[in-house]
């Protein structure tokens, strides 16, 4: 009895003492903004090593970004695609919601999670491709009335660059 | 008799049903390639709203059921998945299809840094992203070409095939100095940037001293880095003179090839010469030697 108390002191003991070595260890990378949920795995992404800190700030700004994305065209405003969108992808967002708009519509998204590997990340550190598997219930609304409704994975190529003050997303184009 | 109009009447319903339900019907292509244009497929009969939702456009038009749709080439430029939806009255159909990327048209090249010193590993890094003619990220493995060049020497070239519409590669810098032209083509678009590349640090760093009266004129054989390219005007060169009366240093900047500088003549001394962590020859002056 007494050697079984020892013997699962001892498990007890090293399996305290691992846990944080394995969370250091532990590739994915959690991050959410606004309800989204982004996991990030940036395992043998290259050529560049990815950073510390660039490891936290992609999948916190990711995250960011598709809560900007989710409120921009549920409530088409596109001044709130600035926060996590630039270049193209921002544009043809923009153009998006003028065209939701103009034609009264909207969509809600219920998101749940993304599944984000880094695939590329340039020589010179200013860019970052991604990967995402995303989920999410869809809903398009003409007016009040919902039209179409549905769930949705399909995966997203993301290349995100550094701005001034974060990541943002120049380009994201659906993956066939 | 009761019973067979039952039976009719429950046909009708079943009838009406099947009627009602394909009363809006939409079938779409599964996928097209960008800027070519659509058909998308109707059946049903009476007019209905017809929605197309792209990653960068929605339209909203009226449509015939049972007539075919014809969608514009400019309206599927962006690639993505569109969402169709057909709806009359209450009755909602709908049709995902993909819009692919076109062949490769264009390519938007990072080349980094602008300015290199030569004959160095590595240090040129060259990113190619692939987009076809609406900015769309050709994502199908693509060759591309980089090359590096520069005036009188052979170009280094080097294919890469893209990866989810980027390549990269990275180079050493030549041994020669001069413009050198760093070009990314992939199909018939092709980009060019330009990389400074420079001399490298001095090498085999020489000196002369000449006695010119009350004082000590010392100047370099041109100074050239290890491949041979002579070092920019303005780089500093140290001439370090040391004797009974202590030491005494000048920078002197290269000037045509040439650094040369004036020191107080001494009747025994050592005179170095340095070019940042390069080391040239020592004089000795009087004393014998």
């Known amino acids: 009895m007494k050697a079984g108390l020892r013997a699962l002191a001892v498990i007890t003991a090293v399996a305290w003492l691992a846990a944080p070595i394995a969370r250091a260890a532990d590739p994915v990378r959690e991050a959410a903004s606004g309800g989204i949920k982004v996991e990030f795995n940036s395992t043998g992404v290259g050529p560049r090593e990815i950073e510390d800190t660039t490891e936290l700030a992609i999948p916190r700004d990711y995250a960011a970004a598709w809560n900007a994305l989710e409120t921009a065209l549920s409530q088409n405003r596109a001044d709130i695609l600035d926060s996590g969108f630039v270049g193209v992808a921002r544009e043809r967002l923009a153009q998006r919601v003028a065209d939701q708009k103009k034609t009264g519509l909207h969509v809600r998204y219920v998101d749940h999670g993304h599944q984000v590997r880094a695939v590329f990340y340039s020589p010179e550190g200013s860019a970052m491709q991604l990967r995402d598997t995303v989920s999410y219930d869809l809903q398009v609304l003409d007016g009040n009335k919902v039209i179409h409704s549905q769930p949705v994975t399909e995966t997203y190529i993301a290349l995100m660059t550094v701005t001034e003050d974060r990541w943002k997303v120049r380009m994201l184009e659906a993956a066939p | ?289």
């Open chain 2, 1 to 289: 008799m009761r019973r067979l109009v039952q039976a009719l009447l429950i046909a009708a319903v079943c009838l009406f049903a099947a009627y009602a339900a394909r009363a809006a019907e939409l079938s779409a292509p599964e996928r097209v390639s960008a800027g070519t244009g659509a058909t998308l497929h109707t059946r049903g009969s009476g007019e209905a709203t017809l929605w197309i939702i792209g990653p960068a456009s929605v339209e909203k038009k009226q449509v015939r059921l049972g007539e075919d749709v014809n969608l514009q080439p400019q309206s599927l430029r962006i690639a993505g998945r569109y969402l169709a939806i057909v709806r009359q009255g209450a009755a909602t159909d709908s049709a995902w299809f993909e819009v692919l990327p076109a062949a490769p048209a264009n390519v938007n090249f990072l080349a980094r840094p602008s300015r290199v010193p030569v004959d160095r590993r590595d240090v040129i890094s060259g990113v190619a992203f692939v987009l076809d003619a609406y900015r769309n990220l050709v994502l199908e493995a693509t060759p591309v070409r980089f090359s590096l060049s520069v005036p009188d020497a052979p170009a280094v070239t080097r294919i890469e095939s893209s990866k989810l519409g980027i390549a990269w590669v990275r180079l050493d810098s030549t041994r020669k100095q001069g413009a050198a032209q760093f070009i990314a083509s992939a199909g018939d678009a092709e980009v060019r940037r330009v990389v400074q590349e420079t001399a490298s640090d001095p090498c085999n760093l020489r000196m002369r001293a000449t006695s010119a009266g009350n004082h000590i004129v010392v100047e370099t054989d041109p100074v050239r880095d290890c491949s041979g390219n002579p070092v920019p005007d303005g780089t500093i060169v140290t001439f370090t003179q040391v004797d009974a009366k202590g030491r005494s240093t000048v920078d002197a900047r290269v000037k045509k090839g040439i650094a040369r500088a004036v020191l107080p003549s001494s009747d025994n001394a050592t005179i170095s010469v340095a070019s940042g962590v390069v080391l040239g020859n020592e004089i000795h002056l009087g004393g014998g030697q």
